[in-house]
């Protein structure tokens, strides 16, 4: 079992910068697939980053180079770097952890129902 909790949402203005948290429990943690997620009222949960060891790294197509996801196996935590912010990137961001196969295409990283924890999500707000 594990349990995920994000913190470092918050209200920012546009082309400003977050950094989001999630510490995870359990003594596994480094053999855990991470991923950051998002939903916007009325739309699809999206895949934002994901990562499985420090060289692999996946992100959804609309970040194109803003925001970076990192991890740090020593304190249980995996971070969202959030760069260049814009309006449309209001959402609440999710932290997943899933127990992945360990030879995967990089798709299965892409899909949220792959991942088996969530945390309860916290809230960005980009104004313009």
């Known amino acids: 079992q594990v349990q995920l909790v994000e913190s470092g949402g918050g209200l920012v203005q546009a082309g400003g910068s977050l950094r989001l948290s999630c510490a995870a429990s359990g003594r596994t943690f480094s053999s855990y697939a991470m991923g950051w997620f998002r939903q916007a009222p009325g739309k699809e949960r999206e895949i934002v980053a994901a990562?499985?060891?420090?060289?692999?790294?996946y992100y959804g197509d609309f970040v194109k180079g803003r925001f970076t996801i990192s991890r740090d196996n020593a304190k249980n935590t995996v971070y969202l770097q959030m760069n260049s912010l814009k309006p449309e990137d209001t959402a609440v961001y999710y932290c997943?952890?899933?127990?992945?196969?360990?030879?995967?295409?990089?798709?299965?990283?892409?899909?949220?129902?792959?991942?088996?924890?969530w945390g309860q999500g916290t809230q960005v707000t980009v104004s313009s």
């Open positions: 990562i499985r060891w420090a060289s692999s790294t």
């Open positions: 997943a952890a899933a127990d992945m196969p360990r030879y995967v295409s990089y798709t299965y990283y892409y899909d949220h129902r792959n991942y088996d924890y």
